[in-house]
């Protein structure tokens, strides 16, 4: 992992299902200097998530064609489902003073990393398996195979964060979003 300074406006955030990614995006986009891309995914809104809101959903087909369109700065297929980071957005925040934020997996990532070698990489982790299975239990909106389906994707997931500038143990989300606020000068 390397522990050079960068001044990018451009974030990436990985970390396995159940790392706690989400709450602490929720937490960093309080700040009204961050904001965080909506990406697009084929797979079914769980309880209470919005359209527009927490993703654009479509069916594949559409999911395809915008693929064809060239309208994805990344993409890419995780458990049984695609997901996406719009192009547009990202394009348009290059100029300005805030902070944009993409939460996406690690093949995501890696896409990232070859075309925005100067955006900022980090990695969030659970503090061990056992509390990263509870979190992926605690959900409630998925069933076993799929908790274990996720599992597995985690442990892979894991061993790409070398690749990432920096790596934030989520323990505590209080201490993790204060850690991460400190790498971006929040
Ligand atoms: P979930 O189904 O739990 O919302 O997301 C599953 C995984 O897909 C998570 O690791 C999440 O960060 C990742 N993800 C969400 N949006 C994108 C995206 O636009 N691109 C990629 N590559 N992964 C994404």
């Known amino acids: ?58 069916e594949r087909s559409e999911f395809e064609r915008l693929i064809k369109e060239d309208k994805f700065l990344e993409y890419a297929e995780y458990c049984g489902h695609l997901y996406g980071t719009p192009v547009g957005p990202v394009r348009e925040v290059a100029e300005d003073n805030k902070i944009f934020i993409l939460a996406i997996d ?29 979190r992926l239990k605690s959900r409630l909106t998925e069933d076993d195979e799929i908790i274990n389906k996720r599992f597995m994707a985690a442990k892979k997931e894991m061993e790409a964060s070398k690749h990432y500038d920096y790596c934030v143990i989520n323990d505590r989300l209080d201490d993790a979003v204060k850690e991460i606020e400190g790498i971006l000068q929040i």
């Open 1 to 58: 992992m390397s522990v050079n300074k960068k001044s990018s406006n451009l974030v990436i955030i990985s970390g396995p299902s159940g790392s706690g990614k989400t709450s602490i995006c929720n937490e960093l986009t309080k700040s009204p200097r961050v904001e965080q891309s909506i990406s697009y995914t084929t797979r079914k809104p769980r309880d209470g998530e919005g359209n527009g809101i927490d993703y654009c959903f479509v």
């Open 106 to 134: 690690v093949q995501g990532a890696l896409q990232i990393m070859k075309k925005r070698p100067d955006a900022i990489y980090i990695f969030i982790k659970a503090p061990d398996d056992e509390t990263l299975k509870q």
